[in-house]
T-cell receptor, first 113, second 116 residues
């Protein structure tokens, strides 16, 4: 069975500072990995995904994540955060297009002015 | 391109009642997945429908049921509501090919269900 761990439930960070949100997964087979963001009272939006190829993936708003198979991690990073990045971030994993998506418990990112 | 829509946005029911939630998938998508997100938690997979057939189910009792229509829209039905069913119910659509790689799931805004 697969599982996703997000060790940090809350991450406060000052505006323009760098941030890393940690994600570790457990699976006995190859997986696909995703980061979703949820703003207050809204649904989930895809931030970025790793399906294959380059282990470093980037989003259009400055976030990046690196797939590390040996450490079973997919940490999310941004070199300089903005107030608008305040949201809940979920790491997720799935095996195939027909498998359920397993979500982590989420990390609440709060950007302090 | 129309995104995923859900109705209603909010719903209040009492224990023992039944509820139906609706989801319209994104244009061109053939798969719909339903998730329950309790307050402060990550979404939990309920079930998935591919081309009108159930294609996987999470750890939810049979009183959670669903269906998918020929236009790929979907319904989630919950019978005999319990207080713990209070949550945000999310629907996600994707375009899948049997045996193919995982496709991105696009989520709707959710339906907030409150059971009193």
């Amino acid at each position: 069975a697969q599982s996703v761990t997000q060790l940090d439930s809350q991450v406060p960070v000052f505006e323009e500072a760098p941030v890393e949100l940690r994600c570790n997964y457990s699976s006995s087979v190859s997986v696909y990995l995703f980061w979703y963001v949820q703003y207050p009272n809204q649904g989930l939006q895809l931030l970025l995904k790793y399906l294959s190829g380059s282990t470093l993936v980037e989003s259009i708003n400055g976030f990046e994540a690196e797939f590390n198979k040996s450490q079973t991690s997919f940490h999310l990073r941004k070199p300089s955060v903005h107030i608008s990045d305040t949201a809940e971030y979920f790491c997720a994993v799935t095996r195939t297009s027909y498998d359920k998506v397993i979500f982590g418990p989420g990390t609440s990112l709060s950007v302090i002015p | 391109e129309t995104g995923v829509t859900q109705s209603p946005t909010h719903l209040i029911k009492t224990r023992g009642q039944q509820v139906t939630l609706r989801c319209s998938s994104q244009s061109g998508h053939n798969t719909v997945s339903w998730y329950q997100q309790a307050l402060g938690q990550g979404p939990q997979f309920i079930f998935q429908y591919y081309r009108e057939e159930e294609n996987g189910r999470g750890n939810f009792p049979p009183r959670f049921s669903g269906l998918q229509f020929p236009n790929y829209s979907s319904e989630l039905n919950v019978n005999a509501l319990e207080l713990d069913d209070s949550a945000l119910y999310l629907c996600a659509s994707s375009s899948n090919t049997r045996g193919g790689p995982a496709d991105t799931q696009y989520f709707g805004p959710g339906t907030r269900l409150t059971v009193l």
